[in-house]
């Protein structure tokens, strides 16, 4: 019998068919049109984007002109790449146009799909920009598709790392932007650590469309981006703690690895108090629950997570004597990224390598907010809707189901369970001997480069050829997913997420040409080409009729969504495939978060030794142990941005203060009202509001005064005079304080004086703003034991900010009023040593991304002048087999290691820029 909710969903559909619905009159709308468009000479497709362009100038809404701007980018597709958009395509650019996530099956043509919306956006000549996960692909797509919307009359850019300034500025600038996640967030750091306007880069954030949305917006929003500075090396401190863990047992510390955390227990503070004591790293009499000890607090507790949370081959693997951290989604390594909070130093100490110098924070935003500054957003991903939640609550987006252009022929059978890994591995490896043994080509799903290698070893011990794809073998990616759809072929794949390559059944004939070039130069590549593309075909007929792809996963992840990503790698555009899940009770998340009901519920249905137990039941009960895994990971995410949200209110804060600042001409009444705010403070400091002149601190108010002002005033004789209050005294001194500037203003030329101004308030705002989120995050560490004390966490965060917010600006207003009291002319000799400063900063590349140096200011009284910038380091020769397209040679420098290039950057300004 039907229950209501199917039954009702029978009738009238569910709610996602019903949108799909509501727009199929616009996709008549532009079918309707496509004879006429398709009428038009090239020239006239360019004459529409002028017509559209123009209509948009005068008042005509984007919506309006949907169905002619889509009907017209249909036409350039067709014409330049020689692809017609399906009816579900145009769906799928309708739904991105409204700010929608369009969830759409692997195969399904996403990248074109993203033409239509960016196009229609672009008509308003805001910009727009198409975010991909990783440089290839940003290069890949701009590539293809600028082909398209240079048909149409539109300029494209593309945005990657190591890129020349004046490229990535010209790359903005264009009507279609192609870029990296990272590099966007970056650059948009960058442009708020400038020193003049037109050195930015971004010029706003209009619309943008988010490929592969889940992974970026979700799995990598939990990273901050951030650009960091060294901070002093403390690795001889990490090489004593890490050794003192292997002495603790395991009554001293509590693992939770639902909650992915790890700490000591009573018995385990006194044990390592214990071991501190006799290694000397603590002071006799001192405890760790000392002020004094904060440090070394951290220290032992990094080391504790270094040692039981973070594993080899799993979460890092060491490479070249360097630690190479794994991204746990797409199981690529994360170049050049390290764990923060001396983290990565512990882990270092752990596996016994060279320490990098820890780091500092000098800017910092997470994706969730860089993204929520666009005006609007779209997203493509083949799995959204099991985080619809989340992507509803935090940016705002809805998840529409697009239909497949052709039904999905793919058979998704009950997972497998058996009792023990062992049982597991041999039921895979006899599947995997069943599959090849018809010509099936199989591709395997692991969780990690430990696993995936184990089964290798299985498999070779089985005689079964295959490959192996994983963070060790990241240089050969391409070539290996590009075999992994021909006949019998075995490919084990640590997480396929995010991978942004089809697996084309019979092999992948660009990939075959270009071998075969390779191979042999002198061959006619037409000919070679038709030979190849033929045996592809013939090879892909067998493949299909031995069941198409068959995806094996070892065992389930955490999200639902995953795993589902590693399904849709069968079954592409209708293709028959096959998809099973095995697994075993001694799985992480069968161990971890599967209930007592499963395993009573395996008992009942009875298992035997080898025998697999495949019932539905099996699959809810996991499905509801992952929903709540990833409800719990939202939380996580969810508090993790309520923090967040706090500086993010204050970063917009700073940033539009500066954006203000670089676009001001005359900043002489900001640094007036900054002098006159100080004069009120020290005036209310020291003259308290109704006291009397004998309470009065006159020598302390005259020491400041000399202090910040560069005032000499005779304060004390003030106070002895008749009827002279504390308004009189704040007169006389703002006075004072206005002839002084007006006196340094005729010293220098007023022009010379604007810039002044311009660039100490920039330096200043800037070096507070470094110095705030430091604080910050301490605060952060700090507030959590508050919830002891039953007090909330977020609140008690939130009211300590502001107050360290409202500190900082009181002491960014000081700091400005201080050194402007004290600039003078320079003389002749100093200003050669001030051109020669000149000379080397404006050669020296700074932090994450070639950042300005500041102008240097004129001498302070009394002072040297202002540091220049370290000169970048000669170019020099390039690491032995130092091969730029090739990661392997390398060698794994760290983010601040010389660039193995030779250029003589830092590796994290050169080829270890994010990606």
């Known amino acids: 019998m039907l229950g209501l909710g199917t039954l009702s969903r029978k009738v009238f559909g569910t709610a996602n068919d019903r949108k799909v619905k509501a727009v199929r009159p616009l996709v008549a709308k532009i079918n309707a049109l496509e004879e006429e468009y398709a009428a038009l000479d090239d020239a006239g497709l360019v004459a529409k984007t002028a017509e559209f362009k123009e209509r948009y100038a005068k008042g005509e809404s984007l919506d309006s002109l949907l169905p002619e701007a889509f009907a017209n980018c249909r036409e350039g597709a067709k014409r330049a790449i020689g692809l017609r958009a ?42 727009v920009h198409v975010v991909t996960v990783n440089d290839y692909l940003a290069r890949r797509d701009a590539g293809w598709m600028s082909k398209v919307y240079g048909k149409l009359g539109l300029t494209t850019g593309v945005v990657v790392p190591h890129q020349p300034d004046d490229e990535k500025r010209v790359a903005y ?12 967030g970056f650059d948009y750091l960058r442009d708020n ?185 779209g997203g493509m991903t083949g799995t959204a809707s099991t985080e619809a939640e989340e992507f509803q609550e935090i940016y705002n987006l809805g998840v529409v189901e697009i239909p497949t252009n052709r039904p999905i022929a793919r058979i998704d059978e009950h997972d497998q369970v058996y009792k023990s890994a062992r049982e597991k591995f041999d039921g895979i490896v006899a599947e995997i001997k069943a599959a ?18 184990e089964l290798s070893q299985m498999l070779t011990k089985a005689g079964i050829a295959h490959n192996v794809l994983n963070a060790r073998q990241h240089e050969r990616e391409a070539n290996i997913v590009a075999e992994a759809g021909r006949l019998g072929a075995v490919t084990i794949a640590t997480n396929m997420a995010g991978r942004g390559t089809d697996i084309q059944l019979g092999g992948n004939v660009e990939m075959q040409v270009q071998d075969a070039l390779a191979a042999d130069p002198t061959a006619d590549p037409v000919a070679l080409r038709e030979r190849i593309e033929a045996e592809v075909a013939g090879e892909k007929e067998k493949v ?85 895994v990833e409800a719990r990971n939202f939380d996580i995410r969810k508090t993790l941005l309520k923090f967040d949200n706090v500086m993010n209110d204050q970063r917009r804060v700073i940033f539009e203060q500066r954006l203000e600042i670089l ?66 005294v704040r007169e006389r001194i703002t006075e004072a304080a206005d002839t002084l500037m007006t006196e340094k203003e005729a010293s220098f030329t007023s022009d010379t004086m604007r810039q002044i101004e311009k660039q100490l308030l920039l330096n200043v705002i800037d070096s507070k703003w470094r110095e705030h989120i430091v604080t910050l995050d301490h605060l952060r560490s700090a507030v959590n034991f508050r919830g002891l004390a039953q007090r909330d966490p977020l609140n008690e965060y939130k009211s300590e900010a502001f107050v360290l917010f409202e500190h900082m600006l009181g002491a960014l207003r000081e700091d400005v009023t201080r050194q402007l009291s004290r600039i003078r002319p320079l003389t002749a000799e100093e200003q050669a040593a001030m051109q020669q400063q000149m000379a080397l900063q404006a050669a020296a590349a700074r932090d994450d991304g070639k950042l300005d140096a500041p102008m240097p200011l004129p001498r302070l009284g009394g002072g040297a002048p202002a540091p220049a910038a370290a000169p970048e380091a000669p170019a020099g020769t390039p690491r032995e087999g130092f091969d730029e397209n090739d990661q392997a040679t390398w060698g794994n420098p760290s983010r601040n290691d010389p660039c193995p290039c030779g250029s003589g950057k830092k590796f994290k300004q050169c080829h270890g820029a994010l990606a």
């Open 544 to 628: 299909l009729a031995a069941g198409g792809l068959f995806v094996l996963a070892t065992e389930r992840h955490e999200s639902r969504r995953i795993d589902n990503q590693l399904r849709g790698r069968s079954g592409r555009q209708g293709d028959p495939g096959r998809s099973v899940f095995f697994l075993s009770l001694e799985d992480d998340l069968m161990r971890i978060f599967g209930s007592e009901r499963l395993e009573k519920v395996l008992s009942t249905l009875g298992m035997k030794e080898g025998e697999a137990i495949v019932h539905p039941w099996v699959n809810k009960s996991l499905e509801k142990a992952q929903g709540k």
């Open 173 to 184: 600038q264009s009507d279609i932007t192609y870029a990296t996640n990272n590099e966007l």
């Open 193 to 377: 650590m400038k020193t003049s306007l037109d050195q930015m880069m971004q010029r706003g954030h209009n619309f943008a469309i988010v490929d592969e949305v889940d992974s970026i917006l979700i799995d990598e929003a939990r990273t901050p981006l951030i650009i960091s500075g060294p901070m002093p090396d403390k690795g001889n401190l990490y090489v004593r703690v890490n050794a003192l863990i292997p002495s603790l047992v395991d009554e001293d510390f509590t693992l939770d690895e639902k909650a992915r955390s790890v700490t000591y227990t009573d018995e385990g503070n006194e044990h390592i108090e214990q071991l501190l004591y006799a290694d000397g790293l603590l002071p006799e009499g001192q405890s760790l629950y000392d002020p004094e000890s904060t440090t070394l607090v951290h220290h032992v507790n990094q080391a504790l997570r270094a040692h039981k949370m973070l594993h080899k081959d799993q979460h890092y693997i060491v490479r070249d004597g360097k630690i190479v951290l794994i991204d746990e989604h797409t199981g690529r390594m994360m170049l050049g990224r390290q764990l923060s909070e001396g983290l990565h130093q512990a882990v270092e100490a752990k596996e016994g390598v060279q320490i990098q110098p820890e780091t500092v924070t000098m800017a910092s935003v997470t994706f969730q907010n860089y993204f929520r500054m666009y005006k609007k957003l």
């Open 86 to 127: 399906f009816d579900v395509q145009l769906i799928g650019g309708i739904f991105l146009h409204q700010g929608n996530i369009a969830e759409m099956k692997t195969g399904e043509g996403k990248t074109l799909v993203a033409t239509f919306p960016a196009y229609l956006n672009a008509l308003s000549g805001d910009g």
């Open 663 to 728: 676009e001001s001409e005359d900043l002489s009444e900001v640094t007036g009202d900054m002098r006159h705010a100080v004069v009120e403070d020290l005036v209310s400091q020291f003259l308290p509001q109704g006291s009397y002149a004998d309470q009065w601190d006159t020598d302390g108010l005259a020491a400041a005064l000399k202090d910040k002002l560069n005032l000499d005033l005779p304060v004390a004789q003030w106070a002895d005079e008749d009827g002279v209050d504390q308004e009189i």
């Open 436 to 453: 090849q043994e018809k010509g099936q080509p199989i591709l395997v799903g692991t969780t990690s480069i430990e696993k995936s290698e």
